[in-house]
């Protein structure tokens, strides 16, 4: 009861937006005056009970933004390349390659911490719920993905 639980939660996006982020597109993206793409991620852990679920924690936000600029570093492969930029305060990161680009854009890593008293004795089925959405731009209509893990059962004593 008077430990901290920590959960780690991983996931990623994938699909037509994953697919869209290219160097091809980019290019195109940059011609367009279309030189940023923004995803919005939610998460939140919720305690399975029945049908209606309970929030266990303020569900979380995180921005990441990517801005398409015009290179000049011979090391990288293509003219028009991405900086992606958290806007929790980080700094900004250049990938070194295509696929280092769609893991820094689409693939997430959060991490929640739980006290043992909040949730009492006994067991209970935890999951995360995760929400990501984007705008509409010249390569990519407007969407949104939501997703759940399975439950995970925890048992405080």
């Known amino acids: 009861m008077d430990e901290i639980l920590v959960l780690n939660l991983g996931f990623r996006v994938v699909g037509g937006a994953r697919e869209a982020f290219n160097p091809d597109v980019w290019t195109v993206a940059w011609e367009d005056f279309d030189k940023t793409l923004r995803l919005t991620a939610r998460t939140a852990i919720l305690a399975s009970r029945g049908p209606f679920p309970k929030t266990l924690t303020e569900p979380q936000k995180e921005v990441r933004k990517a801005s398409f600029y015009w290179s000049r570093d011979p090391d990288l492969p293509y003219r028009i390349w991405p900086l992606i930029v958290p806007e929790d305060g980080g700094p900004p990161k250049i990938p070194l390659n295509v696929e280092d680009a769609k893991t820094q854009m689409f693939d997430f890593v959060k991490r929640f911490e739980l006290a043992g008293s ?40």
């Open 118 to 157: 909040s949730l009492g004795r006994g067991s209970h089925r935890i999951a995360a719920s995760v929400a990501v959405k984007w705008g509409r731009h010249s390569y990519i209509e407007k969407g949104q993905v939501e997703g759940r893990s399975r439950p995970v059962v925890v048992r405080i004593e």
